[in-house]
């Protein structure tokens, strides 16, 4: 492995979208949700050991979680994981770890990575994660990585590239991006897609330590400054004191606004390694095993009778009868229960918000 | 009150039918089905402590529910619980109940009441009560409470009355009955309804003590017999000793088939005070009050969104959102979850059925 490549791991999220199953208090990223054994986090952490040291993982997450990671990732150190004291997006964050990562090795070549997507192809994802880490080494440009999209998916963020052909992209791989577009609605969905120029945003970044460093300070010199700063601080044991006064003082703000979309020199490695960003009920059913009745059904004591296209999610101890049911999405965590039919999903988010109104964070 | 008025309450039934809510451990009389914060059991003791002296009133039950007879009617005494060692359906412990109370009062006049229906009309009931107990007091008759009906309904036996005008008919409450008829089809059920001359089977009966052991004596001699040889017993620290040896003796058969169907001197008393035997989740469901969307909803935390007609029974401690349901049955208790179309309750037997298969009667 080269000592050169790092990695940044984002596990901050909340991961609300999957409540009740996701609280605030254990987020998506830290659940088993697909019932392998280990938890998303883990799988994250699992797959990219195996091409980037140990030692080079770097976690970040809000403080509340430390425990959590602490606990789910035993062989990593304290000094690895970076803990925020508050949201502030992903902007801040990158810039705290390029700052921690310049005192260990200013040579680093840095993929960044969310924690809490799935990755079917592992291989074919090592193999790209190895062709970007090399091309930022070679090239100084920031790298995002962009998936061959098989659907119109209205859930998910696109890569535009460049349809001019340039220099790099004799290589095929690599295409300069055009622009970075929000979630389209299902006719801009299908339009993207006819077009073949445009790719799933997968939120994965690959540059070297310089370049991202240069980037923040052209493009967020307000963020860059307040980091700038802490050199005598980071990777000791005054590092936390030092972030806690800083944090309040970052504007929030995310990396893809802040530098990806007005950086000139960003491109996008496209390819296809079986991704989701398991961002939704809809999502994470279409990643699971189904049932001869096309449901999906975690939980050892479920019997299912007429029921057809479920995602069932319930604990272990758990005894469930359930029957009629078509398209739903059943789950329990805790003492929260959670029916609701899968196409109206996006009317949890306020569901959640009614109970946050009625009955405070308890059940949040 | 009058001291020759005593009552049975028959609390020994398993509520198989309302699983999961009621489980083998704690059937259905035992629980606060209706949120009123009495059980059915408890609310059948309050009614009729305002007219029968809390001192005549015998619970028959399992042995297994001693403890819970116990606990939520700690007015009466242990001499008062009648513990039978197996089912037997209800001539074994009505000839039971006939012998103890003989030895205490040989004048009795008897009510026996299940003790999982509901009356909504309680005065009216009350009223029929002791208009029941005055004419068993003066006739020599087995007399039956049948329900005026006001739909046709499968799910109930029916009392067919003799049209021909006999001497105690001019009385017009009290007809003589002609046939007890099994739960009929829709069909049937609806022809009944037209005649007139058919009521509901209350499953209440009364009768002097006299009449009842004349009727044992001549229809059921070998029961009679078998309890016969307990008069040194009853009432004794020795009863319970007997009971066990005797019951296994017993053949299983009800009062209606034993004695009712076959008796010459059996009336109907036809009243209407608002009743249900609650034997389905749909009798349930009508009889508890309902929200704006027609949901009638038990738990206190419970957030309902685009759903109609249904029956949701949920602990206090469960925080739910239900959305997208229309007509179906939501019930939680413990360690289960019931999920079922309203209209497919008859079903639930035997899904009941395969989870004791599969699990035991862990879940039962």
Known sequence: MNKNHFCIIMAGGIGSRFWPLSRSRKPKQFLDILGTGRTLLQQTFDRLRKVIPVGNILIVTNEDYDDLVRKQLPEISSNQVLLEPMRRNTAPCIAYANYKIHLINPEAKILVAPSDHIILKEQDFLDVVIKGLDFVTANDCLLTLGIQPNRPETG??????????????????????????????????????????????????????????????????????????????????????????????????????????????????????????????????????????????????????????????????????????????????????????????????????DVRLDKGEEFI
Do not use: H
């Open 156 to 353: 998910y963020g696109y890569i535009q590239i460049n349809g001019d052909k340039t220099r790099i992209e004799l290589n095929k791989s690599f295409r300069q991006v055009k622009t970075f577009t929000e979630k389209p609605d299902l006719n801009m969905a299908q339009v993207f897609i006819q077009s073949g120029d445009f790719f799933w945003n997968s939120g994965m970044f690959f540059w070297s330590l310089s370049t991202i460093m240069k980037a923040f300070n052209n493009y967020l010199p307000d963020i860059d400054q307040l980091f700038s700063e802490g050199a005598a601080f980071y990777n000791t044991d005054r590092e936390g004191e030092f972030i806690s006064k800083v944090y309040p003082n970052c504007k929030n703000i995310s990396i893809d606004y802040g530098i990806m979309e007005k950086a000139e020199n960003v491109f996008v490695l496209c390819s296809d390694f079986g991704w989701s960003d398991l961002g939704t009920w809809g999502s994470l059913y279409d990643s699971m095993c189904k049932d001869e009745d096309n449901n999906s059904v975690t939980g050892s004591n479920v019997f299912t009778y007429n029921s057809q296209n479920c995602l069932i999610n319930l604990p272990d101890n758990k005894l469930a009868v359930i029957q009629g049911l078509d398209d739903f999405i059943v789950v329990e965590s805790d003492n929260i229960l959670l029916i609701c039919r899968k196409q109206d999903e996006q009317k949890i988010k306020s569901y959640v918000n």
